[in-house]
């Protein structure tokens, strides 16, 4: 079945930039999302990649994706304390709402 | 996007009893979803709520367990019946934006069992 996996945690220093990485499995995928989780929080949208773009920018966030090695990264740059959380990788398809997501990579800041 | 609300946001419970969770969407959306993350494990779609039918249910989760209601298009309730310590998690509610499939979710409600 589908699956999708990511590391489970990610220590960086205030000020660098942060490399989550995501693999999947379902080649039919037809978006790849992010989802950022702060404590006691639900999961708010971060960005999403449409599956036949490689790139995404979005301020700090920039999203690659290799379509056929199935492997998704979000990076953030210039991280912040703010940014501490923990970052789910997803994949959907067109109109059937179901997404998978990964187990969540909880990233720590270090000022 | 969506602004959606749960009640309770957190509650511990007795084994054997029932928990109703609430969630209030504040504007009108087709597609309504339950999820439940457990203690460092990912989400888990228990099912989709639907508007005037019964909920379509995911595989491992059947209506006798997590009842749901979806009496209008803002509103839904799951019910987390006859509780056992293994059913403590954070349930979520979720909703369907209007594009690229994006959804929305609740703050969640953490759910205790003893």
């Known amino acids: 079945g589908e699956d999708v996996e990511q590391s489970l945690f990610l220590s960086v220093r205030e000020g660098d930039s942060s490399v989550i990485n995501c693999t999947y499995t379902?080649?039919?995928?037809?978006?790849l999302y992010w989802y950022k989780q702060e404590p006691g929080a639900g999961l708010q949208l971060l960005t999403y990649i449409f599956s036949n773009m490689d790139m995404k920018q979005d301020q700090r966030l920039t999203v690659l994706l290799n379509k056929k090695d199935k492997h998704l990264s979000l990076r953030i740059a210039d991280t912040q304390t703010g940014d501490s959380a923990i970052y789910f990788c997803?994949?959907?398809?067109?109109?059937?709402?179901?997404?998978?997501f990964g187990a969540g990579t909880r990233l720590f800041v270090k000022a | 996007s969506a602004v959606i609300s749960q009640k309770p946001s957190r509650d511990i419970c007795q084994r054997g009893t029932s928990l109703t969770i609430q969630c209030q969407v504040d504007?009108?959306?087709?597609?309504m979803f339950w999820y439940r993350q457990q203690p460092g494990q990912s989400l888990t779609l228990i099912a989709t709520a639907n508007q005037g039918s019964e909920a379509t249910y995911e595989s491992g989760f059947v209506i006798d367990k997590f009842p749901i209601s979806r009496p209008n298009l803002t509103f839904s309730t799951l019910t987390v019946s006859n509780m056992s310590p293994e059913d403590s998690s954070i349930y979520l509610c979720?909703?369907?934006?209007?594009?690229?499939?994006?959804?929305?979710f609740g703050p969640g409600t953490r759910l205790t069992v003893l």
């Open positions: 504007s009108q959306v087709t597609m």
């Open positions: 979720s909703v369907a934006g209007t594009e690229e499939d994006t959804q929305y």
């Open positions: 997803a994949e959907g398809n067109t109109g059937g709402f179901k997404t998978i």
């Open positions: 379902d080649s039919s995928s037809t978006y």
